[in-house]
């Protein structure tokens, strides 16, 4: 099941610039995504959404940006600080209930 | 903030035992879900539970596992027969009403380890 697929499973950014993570997905029924954050021994913690309806949700430093028709989105971070680094979950759903993770993008922010 | 917790945070078993997973979701939270992450792996969904229903779950749900809400707070997994495979990190979430843009509110998990 690879319905939700992130294919950069690190990256490394200097404190101070973007950090862009992406996100493919395969199902078009998907109509609602979010970006989780996870640190080691905690749970992941919601960080911003985006309705398929739009192509952009800014929310402070962080920015999602989705492109239905390559079924791609990303998330840019700007500027990064050392606090971000976590790995990242793109998460899609199409019910209610369920979150379709991606396998999660480990950000280095590095001084 | 008000946040989810699940009891234990490690659980070490025999493979064929029995092992109950506790979660105490937010407290005006009324949609329960859980969650596992097999080592290196993503996050799947296993199940989500509303007004005392499995209201969705997925086919690793399967007739070991089930869920109950036995009390006001808690919400527990319990694996009937534990596999090598049940192995993993099982988070709990909880959200205050369904809906697409509902964030969920995930636990810092419990790491099962079935030996």
């Known amino acids: 099941d690879q319905q939700v697929k992130q294919n950069s499973p690190s990256l490394s950014v200097q404190e101070g610039r973007i950090s862009i993570l992406n996100c493919d997905y395969t199902?078009?029924?998907?109509?609602?995504f979010l970006w989780y954050k996870k640190y080691p021994a905690e749970g992941p913690t919601f960080l911003i959404s985006?309705?398929?309806?739009?192509d952009k949700n800014e929310d402070g430093r962080f920015t999602v940006f989705l492109n239905k028709s390559a079924k791609h989105l990303s998330l840019h971070i700007v500027p990064s600080q050392p606090g971000d680094s976590a790995v990242y979950f793109c998460?899609?759903?199409?019910?209610?209930?369920?979150?379709?993770f991606g396998t999660g993008t480990r950000l280095q922010v590095t001084l | 903030e008000p946040e989810v917790t699940q009891t234990p945070s490690h659980q070490v078993t025999q493979m064929g035992q029995e092992v109950i997973l506790r979660c105490v979701p937010i407290s005006n939270h009324l949609y329960f879900y859980w969650y596992r992450q097999i080592l290196g792996q993503k996050v799947e969904f296993l199940v989500s539970?509303?007004?005392?229903?499995?209201?969705?779950k997925s086919e690793i749900f399967d007739d070991q596992f089930s869920v109950e809400r036995p009390d006001g707070s808690n919400f527990t997994l319990k694996i009937r027969s534990t596999k090598l495979e049940d192995s993993a990190m099982y988070f709990c979430?909880?959200?205050?009403?369904?809906?697409?843009?509902?964030?969920?509110?995930f636990g810092s998990g419990t790491q099962l380890s079935v030996l």
């Open positions: 998460a899609a759903r199409y019910t209610a209930s369920k979150l379709t």
């Open positions: 199902n078009s029924m998907f109509d609602y």
């Open positions: 979430a909880s959200t205050p009403r369904a809906g697409y843009g509902e964030k969920l509110f």
């Open positions: 539970f509303y007004n005392n229903e499995i209201s969705e």
């Open positions: 985006i309705s398929s309806i739009k």
